[in-house]
């Protein structure tokens, strides 16, 4: 598992062990497979959502942590997780 360079600077940035990557990979797929199944399962897309502002909740502490708040955090992870939070709010919560 191979991230592009921008995704692989900011793990070495949080400092997340190169040998624990490819758990990123599996939650990844997970959450894709979760959010498809939602189109027909309500109740699994939401689990899914819910798990990716987890995942970037997460993240965003994280990156706190590691003292790591520069552009990646806040563009890739807090707009992320914001994108994620509205998402949950628009389809589930409205």
Do not use: E, Q, S
Not at 23 to 44: E, N, R
Not at 50 to 76: M, S
Request: charged residues 10%.
């Amino acid at each position: 598992f191979r991230p592009p360079a921008f995704i692989a600077a900011c793990l070495d940035g949080v400092g997340l062990p190169r040998d624990w990557w490819w758990v990123l990979a599996v939650v990844k797929v997970t959450a894709v497979a979760g959010l498809i199944a939602g189109f027909w399962i309500p109740g699994v897309g939401l689990a899914a959502m819910a798990g990716l502002v987890v995942y970037f909740l997460t993240a965003a502490g994280a990156h706190l942590r590691a003292g790591y708040t520069g552009r990646d955090f806040w563009l890739n992870c807090l707009g992320m997780l914001a994108l994620t939070v509205l998402v949950l709010i628009g389809c589930f919560l409205v």
